[in-house]
């Protein structure tokens, strides 16, 4: 009986070792779970870190205008606007002005190069587009139109037309400014003298390509002879027709506007 006792006794024992034991074991591998758990993410705090970026934006208005001398200031239409945000790879916003000469678009703030042109003239300015404000850009295109006193024009082909590969030579008095911007012979029908289609809205005015030019004679009696060809075929009316030299240059100036 003491020795059945005494075994029973040690078997206790070792029962209450090893409860102990795996009571330990257990509180370990329970800690790390519930480290885990307190650790997940909750979405509540992903919604209030949420960042919102406000765009500022302004307005560009371009006008471009044709300064015709006497004829007055007429509306270009028609014209391309290319509008290329500095320093960026963008795409360049295009836009084209419409029968009162003018173009409009709701753009982000920033530094951009404005470029207004057509077949007769560009222009090209760089601008600044503010917040809740209008950049306004004035494109004046300005015509300087001189008489051709003398043409020599041939028809070697009866065709009716100067082919672009001819030569053609003509006169303008010396004191006519012809300046260095595009260049273009304007053909006028007889007996009244207008103009079959004019302004830098219109076809027909022919490009010229000056190859050269010459001062012949002085005071009322000079001279300014010069040598072109013809961009496309030029036109000829039986000899009648009458023929002025038409050069364009623009300027853009640049204003702002709150709004």
């Known amino acids: 009986m003491k020795r059945t006792n005494a075994r029973t006794a040690a078997l206790i024992v070792c029962l209450g070792v090893l409860a102990l034991l795996l009571g330990s074991v257990n509180a370990g591998l329970s800690a790390p779970l519930y480290q885990l758990e307190q650790g997940l993410p909750h979405i509540a705090s992903l919604v209030a870190s949420t960042h919102t970026e406000t765009i500022e934006t302004g307005a560009i208005l371009v006008k471009a205008s044709l300064y015709e001398g006497v004829l007055g200031v007429s509306p270009v239409a028609n014209a391309t606007v290319k509008i290329v ?6 795409l360049p916003l295009l836009l084209e002005t419409n029968s009162s000469g003018e173009a409009q678009a709701q753009i982000d703030v920033g530094n951009y190069t404005l470029t ?3 077949p007769f003239f560009s222009s090209a300015a760089d601008v600044r587009v503010y917040s809740n ?5 004035d494109v004046a295109v300005r015509m300087i139109s001189n008489q051709v006193l003398f043409a020599d024009l041939s028809d070697v082909d009866s065709s009716g037309y100067v082919a672009p590969w001819q030569s053609i030579v003509l006169a303008v008095d010396a004191s006519s400014r012809i300046a260095n911007s595009s260049v273009f012979l304007l053909y006028l029908s007889p007996p009244q003298g207008e103009a079959l289609l004019a302004g830098p809205d ?3 005015q022919v490009p010229v390509t000056i190859v050269a030019s010459q001062v012949r004679g ?3 009696s000079g001279l300014l002879w010069l040598t ?3 961009g496309t075929f030029l036109p000829l009316q039986g000899g009648l027709t009458v023929f002025a030299v038409v050069t364009y240059t623009a300027s853009t100036g640049i204003t702002f506007h709150g709004r």
Do not use: I, N, Q, Y
């Open 202 to 204: 219109r076809s027909g």
């Open 116 to 118: 207004v042109s057509s």
């Open 133 to 137: 404000a209008t950049t306004e850009a």
């Open 228 to 230: 072109m060809h013809p």
């Open 218 to 220: 002085s005071g009322s």
């Open 85 to 90: 945000l500095d320093a960026k790879g963008f």
